[in-house]
């Protein structure tokens, strides 16, 4: 069985300041990993994925997340945060299960102050 | 453009009745997914199907039904049986069912009770 955890429900920020959204899973394997973004109304745009190739990976929009496996972590950050990434994060983990399904964690919101 | 065509966006169901979600897809994936999301909280699947032809029960699939006659069609309908249908539906699609594929999401459906 496998589960992720988002360690903060919402996150609220500075515009100009970084972003660090946090996320921990648990899995019997290294799994693949997603950060997810969803903004009000809207469907779930994939921001990253990890697939064992290298620990640090980058997405779009100057997101970037890190694999720990040692602390069984993936989380997300930006160097500067701007008003248009206010949203819910999701992070999200691959299964080995045929059907490829996903688990996603509960969510965080990220505001961002002017 | 490639993408999920979610359709309508904003759907009314009255007490006893059935509703039917569409969902196309224009990616040539095979494999595509229905998940519910409530306020505050992830998602939670309710249907998937990897092939045409063919498909299983997710997390919460009581109230609901699907079918997958075409390779891009995939809806949703949600009956009488399910009692508090309230949410926002969001259907997926991937490439294949092979595990740790990236799903791709529509724009969604929220659905109301009259």
Known sequence: ?114 | DGGITQSPKYLFRKEGQNVTLSCEQNLNHDAMYWYRQDPGQGLRLIYYSQIVNDFQKGDIAEGYSVSREKKESFPLTVTSAQKNPTAFYLCASSISAIPNQPQHFGDGTRLSIL
């Open chain 1, 1 to 114: 069985a496998q589960s992720v955890t988002q360690l903060d429900s919402h996150v609220s920020v500075s515009e100009g300041t970084p972003v660090l959204l946090r996320c921990n899973y648990s899995s019997s394997y290294s799994p693949s990993l997603f950060w997810y973004v969803q903004h009000p109304n809207k469907g779930l745009q994939l921001l990253l994925k990890y697939t064992s190739a290298a620990t640090l990976v980058k997405g779009i929009n100057g997101f970037e997340a890190e694999f720990k496996k040692s602390e069984t972590s993936f989380h997300l950050t930006k160097p500067s945060a701007h008003m248009s990434d206010a949203a819910e994060y999701f992070c999200v983990v691959g299964g080995l299960n045929a059907g490829n399904m996903l688990t996603f964690g509960g969510g965080t919101r990220l505001m961002v102050k002017p």
